[in-house]
C-alpha cells in the first residue's frame, strides 16, 4: 500500500471539523508556552540524495562496532559468525514483512519455521516445550520468574546471585516493584560462583535465578542448586548461553524447570543493542503458564501436515484479562535466523564453536595474565568470557586507547558496581571495581588476540609491562 501524505485541503477540512483555525492552536491548547520551542528548528540548509548518503556515511564511520573494530566486547551480546545463508533466507519478503499469524491458512511458512524453532530449542535445553520465543534475555528471565510466582502460591520469595546479569536484575526488580514478591540477591563467593544460593532457600522461596556460564564467565553447579530447590518445593530457572551448550550439560539434564536464554548469539548480529531474542522453555507440566505463544503441528480436513497457533496467551485479543503475562508480538524474524543459524551447525558444529571459544579464551586469559599490571579475577574456569583488573586503576582510559587503536577491548565493569534500583541490589560486588569484563568468540584469531593484549600492555602509565 502507497503512503499518502495529508494536503492542505485535508488539513484545513480536518480542522474545520473540531472548530480550530490552525494546528497551532491545538498544540497552544495542550503545550505549556514555557516548554515550546518558540523558535523555528536550527536546521542545515537541504542537500540532495547523494550528498545526503555520503553524509551518513561519515556520520556511520564515526561509530565503533564489530566490523571496524576487533570485538572482544560480552555480556549478552557476543561477535559470533553469521553464515552467509542466514541473512538470505530471512531476507525473503514472506518472512522479513510478515506479522503475527492469525490466520492459520495463510501464514503456514511462519508457523512451519516457529514450529521448528520450539523443536530445536527443546532439543538444545533438553525440556519439554518451548515458545515461539520472546523480546530478549533480560525479558526472558522476568518472565520465567512471574511464571514461578503464579504458580507457587503462597510462596513470594525469589532468590539470585550478584553474578546474573545486572541488567536482568534491574528489569526483574522494575517489573516486582509493585507485586508482593521479595527479591533476595545471594552474594557470590571469591570465585565467581554462587554455591550460597542453597543455603537461601526455604519453605517461602518460589523460585532460584541462576546464570551459567554467569554474567562474569563463572560456571556454577547448576544441578546442586536444582536439587536443593526441588527438595523445598522451589522452580529453578536458569539462564544459559546457547553456544555454551555445545560442551556444557543441557538445563533439563540438570533439573532445571524453566531455562530462558538471549538468543542474539544464534544468527544474530549485534546491530548496536537490538533487536535481538528471548529464549524460553520449560518441562512439559508447566506449559499452561507459559507466556507468549506457541505454534503447533496437526493435519488439516484433507490430511496434511499442518501446523497452527495452539497456545495463545497473549492479552491482546482471545485471552484478555485472563493472560497469563502481557508480551505481546515477538520478533519472530530473529527465532527464524536462530532457526537457520541453528540447523547449519548442527550438534558437531555447535560443540566445535565451543571448543573454539573455550581454546581461545584460555590463550587470552594466559596472555594478559604474562603481564604485571593486569590479573585474571577468579578461579573459574571459562567458556568464553574472564574478568581483567587493571592495576593501575583507569579502567576506562585504557579501553579508550584499545578503541583508538581499533580495538572494542572489553567492558568496563566499575559503572555496574554496587548498584542498587527499587531497593534491591543489581549491581555487581565490590571486588569487581577496577576491572573489565573480556569475550573470546571462535571469530578471534591467535594474531588479534596478540594484538589486543600488546596494545593493552602498551596503553599509557603501563611500565610494568
Not at 523480546?135 to 520469595?157: C, F, H, I, P, W
Not at 568468540?441 to 588476540?449: C, G, L, W, Y
Amino acid at each position: 500500500m502507497s503512503y499518502l501524505f495529508h494536503t492542505d485541503n485535508d488539513r484545513r477540512e480536518m480542522l474545520e471539523a473540531i472548530g480550530a483555525a490552525d494546528i497551532n492552536e491545538i498544540i497552544d491548547a495542550q503545550v505549556p508556552q514555557s516548554v515550546q520551542l518558540q523558535r523555528q528548528l536550527d536546521l542545515p540548509p537541504s542537500i540532495n540524495e547523494m550528498e545526503l548518503t555520503a553524509e551518513l556515511t561519515r556520520l556511520a564511520a564515526l561509530n565503533a562496532n564489530a566490523n571496524s573494530h576487533v570485538c572482544f566486547l560480552g555480556g549478552g551480546a557476543y561477535d559470533h559468525f553469521i553464515p552467509a545463508v542466514v541473512d538470505e533466507i530471512a531476507s525473503r519478503g514472506e518472512y522479513y514483512t510478515s506479522y503475527t499469524p492469525y490466520q492459520a491458512e495463510v501464514s503456514q511458512g511462519n508457523l512451519q519455521v516457529m514450529f521448528e524453532y520450539e523443536t530445536l530449542i527443546t532439543q538444545l535445553t533438553g525440556l519439554g516445550v518451548s515458545n515461539a520465543s520472546l523480546y530478549d534475555g533480560g525479558s526472558a528471565a522476568t518472565e520465567a520468574v512471574l511464571m514461578a510466582l503464579a504458580m507457587q502460591r503462597g510462596r513470594n520469595k525469589v532468590i539470585t546471585s550478584d553474578v546474573v546479569h545486572p541488567q536482568y536484575r534491574e528489569i526483574l526488580a522494575a517489573y516486582l516493584r509493585n507485586i508482593d514478591a521479595e527479591i533476595v540477591v545471594v552474594a557470590s563467593d571469591e570465585s565467581g560462583c554462587s554455591s550460597s544460593i542453597i543455603d537461601a532457600i526455604d519453605d517461602q522461596t518460589a523460585c532460584v535465578l541462576v546464570q551459567h556460564p554467569n554474567f562474569i564467565g563463572g560456571l556454577e553447579d547448576v544441578e546442586a542448586i536444582a536439587t536443593a530447590a526441588k527438595a523445598a518445593g522451589a522452580l529453578t530457572i536458569e539462564s544459559f548461553d546457547p553456544v555454551s551448550l555445545g560442551r556444557l550439560r543441557r538445563p533439563g539434564d540438570m533439573g532445571v524447570d524453566i531455562a530462558i536464554a538471549e538468543g542474539q548469539s544464534l544468527g544474530n548480529p549485534l546491530a548496536f543493542g537490538g533487536p535481538y531474542l528471548g529464549v524460553m522453555a520449560c518441562r512439559e507440566e508447566l506449559v499452561r503458564r507459559l507466556p507468549g505463544r506457541i505454534a503447533g503441528q496437526t493435519t488439516d480436513r484433507r490430511g496434511k501436515r499442518c501446523w497452527v497457533l495452539t497456545l495463545q496467551t497473549r492479552e491482546q485479543h482471545i485471552r484478555r484479562e485472563k493472560a497469563t503475562s502481557n508480551i505481546c508480538s515477538n520478533q519472530t524474524l530473529l527465532a527464524l535466523r536462530a532457526t537457520v543459524h541453528l540447523s547449519l551447525l548442527g550438534p558437531d558444529g555447535l560443540r566445535e564453536t565451543s571448543d573454539h571459544c573455550i581454546s581461545k579464551t584460555a590463550y587470552a586469559k594466559q596472555a594478559i595474565a604474562a603481564s604485571e599490571r593486569f590479573e585474571v579475577v577468579g578461579e573459574s574456569a571459562s567458556l568464553k568470557e574472564f574478568v581483567v583488573r587493571d592495576r593501575s586503576g583507569d579502567v576506562a582510559e585504557l579501553l579508550e586507547y584499545a578503541r583508538n587503536h581499533e580495538l572494542l577491548a572489553g567492558i568496563d565493569l566499575n559503572p555496574m558496581v554496587g548498584l542498587h534500583s527499587e531497593g534491591t541490589l543489581t549491581g555487581l560486588p565490590e571486588r569487581y571495581r577496577d576491572c573489565f569484563l573480556v569475550a573470546v568468540t571462535e571469530k578471534r584469531t591467535r594474531a588479534e588476540i596478540d594484538r589486543w593484549a600488546q596494545v593493552l600492555c602498551h596503553a599509557p602509565q603501563t611500565a610494568a609491562c
